[in-house]
């Protein structure tokens, strides 16, 4: 038998939730404070919000006696099984979210509990910053149904990916289904409520799940942007920007993939600096503003300085860094981003030595040479032949390269990992524990 739900909040998230759970034969009950949406959907079998289909949906779901509504937490929690929240959250004009609402519902679904002894599972549809879930949500729950509950009571985050106007596709046919929770159990229900719906099914940690849904939509926003002030360029160019776009998203192994999504350090290289400068240039003599285009060399220098700070802020001198050229498996020196950290370690006074088993002054041949030779000779003098040499002096290391291994450094010695595969700085201690 399938479990039956509740979904708290009956706004655009919370109404197409409750309809397409019915749809998928779940007993669902609708939740929400105002008595309009309540008697919209019992009443009438309308939707309280316009989007396509879903007024013929909630009209069949409610006749069919899958679906129907109250303003009454009480009721709603002792007819089901688990609790989907779908308030709203708000933010004021500073940013900061208004968690008032979800504070509320989750008090009172924590005090209409008291006294059940069976499983119940607390969703939060609802978007939320990292650690909601764990702080404002939880405490609101055991704050109203007891610390006995934490034996029953389970919470999980089901973000959703839902568009206005295109819903009920969405959420049949989502890029996957992401749920964070701390069991297998809460996993394995969750899946099973999703069973019919057409997507991957994510299992990850209650924060990342929180934090896949702003990254997912900063990321659609940054697109838009981009989009835009390419189309500005374009303009100002007298280039066809449609056109321009329609070739660019034909690419899916670069441009509309996953490439170059993964947190690392900074970009490098003979083309990226050099042809975002060039595009700028082109753009401000066609007096064109490309504010966010403009923010991508600053955005990648501050990188830079963040991995310069985490080696001054330890207090040591001597410094092994892992990686010199623009990127792993290449010889390339130009732009490249480790040049620049460690020309900037040396004049801050550190004792730098390098280890790249691509760059070796023998081997260097054309451009890669000649750079070496004729911008930056004083480091081809910090070259280390093997691994031993490098740690023999670091007293810190710097790591750029995932593939390196860190088998042979020393307790004493501190790490910080430019590729984020740890904490930014940590022993090695640390790391191996």
Known sequence: MKPSISVFGLGYVGCVSAACFAQAGHQVTGVDVNDEKVHMINDEGKSPIIEPGL????????????????????????????????????????????????ARVSREIGEALQGRNREFTVVVRSTVLPGTAESTVRNALFAGAGKEAKSWLNIAVNPEFIREGTALKDFANPP????????????????????????????????????????????????????????????????????????????????????????????????????????LYAAHHADVALPMLDAILPSNQAQINQAVEAVMTTGRKRVGIFGLAFKPDTDDLRESPLVTLVETLIGKGCDVRILDHNVAIAKLTGANRRYIVEEIPHISTLMCDNVHALLDHADVVVVSDASESLELVRPDQTVIDLTRGALTVKSAVQKAS
């Open 176 to 279: 996957f289904t992401l749920v964070g929770c701390d069991n297998n159990k809460t996993a394995t229900l969750l899946n099973d409520i999703y069973t019919s719906v057409d997507a991957p099914f994510i299992h990850t940690e209650i924060p990342t799940a929180e934090t896949v849904k702003y990254v997912s939509n900063v990321y659609h926003a940054l697109k838009i942007c981009f989009a835009n002030e390419i189309g500005d360029i374009c303009t100002g160019l007298g280039v066809d920007a449609q056109e321009v776009m329609r070739i660019f998203r034909q690419d899916d192994k670069l441009n509309i993939s996953e490439a170059y999504l993964r947190p690392g350090f900074a970009f490098g290289g003979s083309c990226l600096p050099k042809d975002i400068k060039a595009l």
């Open 55 to 102: 007024d013929a949906l909630i009209q069949s779901m409610v006749s069919r006696g899958s679906l129907r509504a109250t303003t009454s937490c009480g009721e709603a929690v002792a007819q089901s099984d688990v609790a989907f929240i779908c308030v709203g959250t708000p933010g004021d004009r500073h940013g900061k979210l208004q968690l008032d609402a979800l």
